[in-house]
């Protein structure tokens, strides 16, 4: 399997951050004694929280007089935290399958919509609308390319060609279990699998699908910053990656492309913790946090597709197929099935660990 390269020193003082963030999380709750008011929440960090702090948490400091304690978390280390009964956060933000997940596990209260005061649960799409959590954005895990390494154009238009080596010999990179959900659908499509035939995913056909490009592997990437970062720095030519990340790297000016043929449909989402500490504010956040105001400033910047319906008209037009003039992630994409996934990751993860050290 090819090396990777030396970490540079933009991505050794990033780990360094999230190293501090993740596992010494009690940092953040010394503070949270000294303010009278706070919400602890749960976010994957990185861009995520540089743009959320400046359209969201700011602004929701401003107006309520609550303060927003982000605390950067893998997937895994989240559950981690709340399978040992350790959990010091009021609200959890991430990915609506990790949810449905801890649901399941009686790990989340419900979220009760008619105590909304800021947002008209109406307007929220209902596919996102769910008893135990609610959506905060649609995005969609893409195949994202270095425009340095690879011309736009000319870069693979469909998994089946990312998993070509020979065609397109360049390093790559897929997301790691600790991400939540490692790329078994992409696995499999690449392995002629069609899109509406792809659950129940099997598994040893996506794994024994994964090995055929994991020499061309140097990394798998844990958090989405991390991503962002190798596509950047060009230590992979490609990459599966989150939508809203490389938005955001192209948008500093990072030379990323994005080929959205078969992505799939995600939802990031809120849930709040059984036994959270600042409930009123937790609610609070959530019911603000949706308006549409806020999720066409939050969302105009972050690159992602409102769940307000009333927001959609700050919908980028890059998130858009002008061929149908839908979203790409209804015109060319899947649903992730998140109850396949709450049902099946224990069970994937433990094939994770003897595959990644086979």
């Given at each position: ?318 998130l858009m197929d002008p061929a149908t003039g839908t979203p790409w992630t209804r015109s060319k994409g ?25």
């Amino acid at each position: 399997m090819n090396q990777a390269k030396p970490a540079s020193p933009g991505r050794r003082k990033f780990t360094a951050g999230v190293a501090v963030a993740t596992v010494a999380p009690t940092m953040f709750f010394i503070g949270k004694a000294r303010a009278a008011e706070q919400v602890v929440v749960r976010t994957p960090g990185g861009v995520f929280d540089d743009v959320k702090k400046e359209t969201i948490y700011d602004p929701f400091r401003k107006e309520t007089g609550i303060e927003v304690v982000p605390v950067a978390a893998t997937t895994a280390k989240l559950m981690a935290m709340m399978k040992s009964g350790q959990n010091e956060l009021d609200l959890i933000d991430t990915g609506d399958s990790t949810l449905l997940e801890l649901e399941k596990s009686n790990y989340l209260q419900a979220i009760n919509y008619d105590e909304f005061k800021y947002t008209n649960p109406a307007d929220i799409d209902p596919v996102v609308k769910r008893k135990y959590q609610v959506g905060c954005f649609i995005y969609a895990m893409v195949l994202g390319y270095n425009t340095k390494a690879i011309k736009p154009g000319s870069e693979p238009k469909s998994w089946a060609e990312f998993w070509d080596l020979k065609k397109f010999p360049g390093r790559r990179t897929l997301p790691d279990m600790a991400s939540g959900t490692p790329s078994l659908e992409f696995a499999l499509i690449a392995d002629g699998v069609p899109m509406d035939k792809l659950y129940p995913l099997d598994i040893d056909r996506a794994f024994k699908s994964m090995s055929r490009i994991r020499s061309a592997i140097p990394k798998f990437w844990d958090t989405g910053a991390l991503s962002s970062t190798m596509l950047a720095d060009n230590e992979v030519a490609m990459g599966a990656i989150w939508s809203t990340r490389a938005a955001v790297a192209i948008d500093q000016g990072a030379p990323l492309g994005i080929m959205w043929n078969q992505n799939a449909l995600l939802a990031q989402a809120y849930g709040i913790p059984v036994g959270a500490k600042n409930l009123a504010n937790a609610k609070k956040f959530i019911d603000w946090s949706s308006t549409p105001e806020a999720q066409a400033r939050w969302l105009a910047k972050y690159k992602a597709i409102p769940v307000n319906t009333k927001a959609y008209g700050a919908t980028s037009k890059d998130l858009m197929d002008p061929a149908t003039g839908t979203p790409w992630t209804r015109s060319k994409g899947f649903l992730l099935d998140i109850n396949w996934w709450a049902d099946n990751r224990q069970k994937v993860g433990q094939y994770w660990s003897k595959w990644i050290i086979s």
